[in-house]
Nanobody
Framework: VQLPASGGGLVQSGGSLRLSCAASGRTFSGHVMAWFRQAPGKQRELVAAITSGGTTRYRDSLLGRFTISRDNAKNTVYLQTDSLKPEDTAVYYC?????????????????WGQGTLVTVSS
């Protein structure tokens, strides 16, 4: 099973990036998919999650700037990041859990991919 995240890069403050995670090895249409991020010296934190039915949850501080979506036919989850700020700089990870509801704890996600680095310059 692979959950490779892509789409990261260097962007100026106020810019946008679209992250993608095209899963392979199994179907995740029935799983909750999520994006986490981890900045240097900080704990991994939930950015956004989406259930199989399309219900979304966001970290409060990111509401309105980030949008999570999924395409079950492509086994892919996306994260549109807008109005990026330097404090959004982190490695962003794609994850999945068999749970039917959103879980905020990274420890309870069974599947993880390698991350993609997002760097926002001021």
């Amino acid at each position: 099973v692979q959950l490779p995240a892509s789409g990261g890069g260097l962007v100026q403050s106020g810019g946008s990036l679209r992250l993608s995670c095209a899963a392979s090895g199994r179907t995740f249409s029935g799983h909750v998919m999520a994006w986490f991020r981890q900045a240097p010296g900080k704990q991994r934190e939930l950015v956004a999650a989406i259930t199989s039915g399309g219900t979304t949850r966001y970290r409060d501080s990111l509401l309105g700037r980030f949008t999570i979506s999924r395409d079950n036919a492509k086994n892919t989850v996306y994260l549109q990041t807008d109005s990026l700020k330097p404090e959004d700089t982190a490695v962003y990870y794609c994850a999945a859990t068999r749970s039917s509801r959103v879980i905020h704890s990274a420890a309870l996600y069974e599947y993880w991919g390698q991350g993609t680095l997002v760097t926002v310059s001021s």
